[in-house]
């Protein structure tokens, strides 16, 4: 996951000052997308609606999309008014998908068990490499290393922290535990 990391790291690097000064927070992820990738974040309703999505089992829902054609990324309406977090978090998976994944061309289908911050059943198979790749090249987009140990040091509130970094609890504890 270094090497995941390191690509995070490299597209902040590559963020214009205008765009964002790389100290700022929460990281404009969904600008990154747009402006560096010509990714247009979409929130639709019924993401089944999408071109080639496979078919769903009831209790099954998808959190995300990309479809690198259309040079969209969807995020699932209703997860994310319920949950600002989660939908940052989702929009960072998908590009993550995108920047480590897209030489592939196909959509990319994210069920909501394979987001991360989702995973709190350890009874679950492990998830497939592109998915955990995804979720570090999410992790360390929205939360940054440096920036982490920085605002860690200076203030140990957890739920401030999770604030400031607009993250949900599970994703900045998964985070703090990799990056402290």
């Given at each position: 996951m270094e090497e995941v990391e390191a690509h995070a790291e490299g597209v902040l690097a590559s963020v214009p000052s205008w765009l964002w000064d790389g100290e700022s927070l929460p990281v404009p992820v969904e600008d990154i997308a747009d402006t560096l990738f010509g990714l247009l974040v979409r929130e639709v309703g019924d993401l089944s609606a999408a071109p080639g999505?496979?078919?769903?089992?009831?209790?099954?829902?998808?959190?995300?999309?990309?479809?690198p054609d259309r040079g969209e990324i969807w995020v699932n309406a209703n997860e994310a008014q319920q949950?600002?977090?989660?939908?940052?978090?989702?929009i960072g998976h998908e590009l993550g998908h995108f920047c480590l994944h897209h030489q592939r061309g196909a959509a990319v289908w994210c069920r909501t068990g394979c987001i991360e911050e989702e995973r709190r059943n350890t009874s679950l198979p492990p998830l497939?490499?592109?998915?955990?790749?995804?979720?570090?090249?999410?992790?360390?987009?929205?939360?940054?290393?440096?920036?982490?140990?920085?605002?860690?040091?200076?203030?140990?509130?957890f739920h401030a922290?999770?604030?400031?970094?607009?993250?949900?609890?599970?994703?900045?504890?998964k985070r703090l535990h990799r990056v402290i």
């Open positions: 999505v496979p078919s769903l089992h009831e209790a099954q829902s998808l959190s995300g999309l990309l479809l949950w600002p977090t989660r939908r940052r978090f989702t497939p490499i592109e998915e955990e790749e995804a979720n570090a090249f999410a992790a360390a987009i929205l939360m940054p290393a440096s920036l982490i140990r920085r605002h860690y040091s200076r203030e140990m509130d922290l999770c604030r400031r970094f607009g993250a949900s609890g599970s994703a900045m504890g």
